[in-house]
């Protein structure tokens, strides 16, 4: 199974295609994700409905709030609020937006200089920002899911390069892609996808995803 930040639902699979009795689904996904299937879609819904609301300022609330599956936009606001602890018309505003951009930019400085607390020090870092095309590739990933910072750097040394090495993937192209919105999801529900380029007949050891 696999998630993606662009859709309500992350493509969830049914019971049916993987091949489980509802029961057993359910429980597999509770222990797996840490939260039922239903809480899951709620959370994630929600998660993409803020996302919408600041990316497309023009975008109408009702849309936003069918888009994720509301049938109207009392019930997604209800649901917004207590999820957010505002309105949706509040969150997609100038000041909020903001306010968000700037604690991104705090989180983004801090978990590069290796620190979790997000406290700004007097250290000047120059990111060399470059847009490329690239031609879609295979991949292997190792998924972790918990706070961004030094807990990033440890997971790639600890977990991925050994990883790497067993599978004789070393030398070879490595993403890390960042799967949610640390100013929206929770912490400890943040999804980073530690990648690595690797051949289409690939079939290697332990816990990864391939796409």
């Given at each position: 199974m ?13 019971p ?12 597999l ?15 994630r ?10 990316a ?5 609330v009702?849309?936003v709030a ?15 609020k207590?999820?957010?602890?505002e ?6 505003s100038t000041?909020?937006r ?5 604690k ?10 290796g ?7 007097n250290?000047s870092?120059d ?7 690239r031609?879609?590739?295979?991949v292997?990933?190792?998924?972790r899911?918990?706070?961004c ?5 440890e997971?790639?040394i ?17 993403y890390?892609?960042s799967?949610?919105?640390p100013n929206?999801?929770?912490p400890?529900k ?15 050891t ?6």
């Amino acid at each position: 199974m696999t998630a993606s930040s662009t859709s309500a639902s992350n493509s969830i699979p049914s019971p049916r295609v993987a091949n489980f009795s509802p029961f057993h689904f359910h429980r597999l996904f509770a222990a797996w994700m840490g939260e039922t299937l239903g809480e899951y879609l709620r959370r994630r819904r929600l998660e993409v409905a803020a996302q919408r609301l600041v990316a497309q300022p023009r975008l109408p609330v009702l849309q936003v709030a069918l888009s994720v599956g509301f049938g109207s936009a009392e019930a997604f606001a209800r649901a917004f609020k207590a999820r957010f602890g505002e309105s949706p018309s509040v969150w997609r505003s100038t000041e909020h937006r903001k306010r968000d951009q700037a604690k991104g930019k705090r989180d983004q400085a801090a978990a590069l200089r290796g620190t979790d607390d997000g406290t700004m020090k007097n250290t000047s870092i120059d990111l060399n920002v470059k847009l490329v095309d690239r031609q879609p590739v295979r991949v292997a990933h190792l998924r972790r899911v918990g706070p961004c910072g030094s807990g990033l750097s440890e997971f790639w040394i600890e977990t991925v390069a050994p990883w790497m090495a067993t599978n004789n993937l070393l030398g070879r192209a490595r993403y890390g892609i960042s799967q949610d919105d640390p100013n929206i999801t929770a912490p400890e529900k943040l999804r980073y996808d530690a990648a690595v380029e690797v051949p289409e007949d690939f079939t290697g050891t332990g816990p990864y995803i391939r796409r």
